[in-house]
């Protein structure tokens, strides 16, 4: 199974401040048709997982640009530009290259 | 607006079988693949598995299912076309069985796996 890394576990950052959340993965996840086979996602407290972006880069229907997803291959970056109140909870990549799918153990973005 | 529901015992002893279904509406389950997930409670993300099934014989990848090892043996998912449902069953549940189950919309067939849409989930706890 790939393996995927996150860090750092736990975030605290002031509010209009950027935050950045890494992700590896054990194996590239580049596919043969260019695209890396790489998803992240956010769960809110007490909801379901939402769709951040998705093949490494593209943001999903009505994520604002603040949230941008960069890398390839094994090492892969979510950004936030300015994180407001809104973006607290826990955040998770995924790779979906091949099954077994597989998550990073997931990191927890708080408000200072 | 897509929407996902699961429905299911919360409460299943040890030893015997898990069973959860997933309604789906706004769209139709056959132009999708669909995935189970679980999330022990204060804990990570588990894919499950996938399934396609478009209730018909004219799709060669009709009835397509793939299982996380972690939990094949004891692993079936299928689909009620007719009912626009997908369901889990868990066979011979353990204390690690006890999770969040989340069934999410996969993607459609040839594009890559998005799960865009997401059901609220059901907590499943595990007796002895």
Not at chain 1, 87 to 105: A, I, N, W
Not at chain 2, 42 to 70: F, M, V
């Amino acid at each position: 199974d790939i393996v995927m890394t996150q860090s750092p576990l736990s975030l605290p950052v002031t509010p209009g401040e950027p935050a950045s959340i890494s992700c590896r993965s054990s194996q590239s996840l580049l596919h043969t048709n260019g695209y890396n086979y790489l998803n992240w996602y956010l769960q809110k407290p007490g909801q379901s997982p939402q769709l951040l972006i998705y093949l490494g880069s593209n943001r999903a229907s009505g994520v604002p640009d603040r949230f941008s997803g960069s890398g390839s291959a094994t090492d892969f970056t979510l950004k936030i530009s300015r994180v407001e109140a809104e973006d607290v909870g826990v955040y998770y990549c995924m790779h979906v290259l091949q099954p077994p799918y597989t998550f990073g153990q997931g990191t927890k973005l708080e408000i200072k | 607006q897509v929407q996902l529901q699961e429905s299911g015992p919360g409460l299943v002893k040890a030893s015997e079988t898990l069973s959860l279904t997933c309604t789906v509406s706004g769209d139709s389950i056959s132009n999708y693949y669909w995935s189970w997930i679980r999330q022990p409670p204060g804990k990570g993300l588990e894919w499950i598995g996938y399934i396609y099934d478009t209730g018909t014989t004219n799709d060669n990848y009709s009835g397509t299912t793939n299982y996380n090892p972690s939990v094949k043996t004891r692993v079936t998912i299928s689909v009620d076309t007719s009912k626009n449902q997908l369901s889990l069953k868990v066979s011979s549940v353990t204390a690690a069985d006890a999770a969040v189950y989340y069934c999410a919309r996969q993607s459609r067939p040839g594009d890559p796996p998005v799960f865009d849409y997401w059901g609220q989930g059901t907590l499943v706890t595990v007796s002895s």
